[in-house]
Nanobody
């Protein structure tokens, strides 16, 4: 089993930056690909970024490409999402997930509680 806890969310002005962290507990962290998803009010939860078990492969949804960077440190059991040039449209609850290297909610087995990111205009 893997327990995930997100942190680093908050309120930031448009154009600013935030770094989200996802701390994992358990003994098999490196066995999982990791993903970040987000859910804005009134919208479906959507894929944001994913990273392979070793960290060698990453991908992003088009709306955050060139602005967000996902990374992981398996020695620290932690996954990060660096978010730059934030826009009001990025406002959402951000969730960390562990599972397959996929684009869909069903590809992931474990989920964190989420952390709120609010970008003011």
């Amino acid at each position: 089993q893997v327990q995930l806890v997100e942190s680093g969310g908050g309120l930031v002005q448009a154009g600013g930056s935030l770094r989200l962290s996802c701390a994992a507990s358990g003994r098999t962290f490196s066995s999982y690909a990791m993903g970040w998803f987000r859910q804005a009010p009134g919208k479906e939860r959507e894929f944001v970024a994913r990273i392979s078990r070793s960290g060698g492969s990453t991908s992003y949804t088009d709306s955050v490409k060139d602005r967000f960077t996902i990374s992981r440190d398996n020695a620290k059991n932690t996954v990060y999402l660096q978010m730059n040039s934030l826009k009001p449209e990025d406002t959402a609850i951000y969730y960390c997930a562990a599972g397959r290297w996929g684009l869909h909610l069903r590809d992931y087995d474990y989920w964190g509680q989420g952390t709120q990111v609010t970008v003011s205009s």
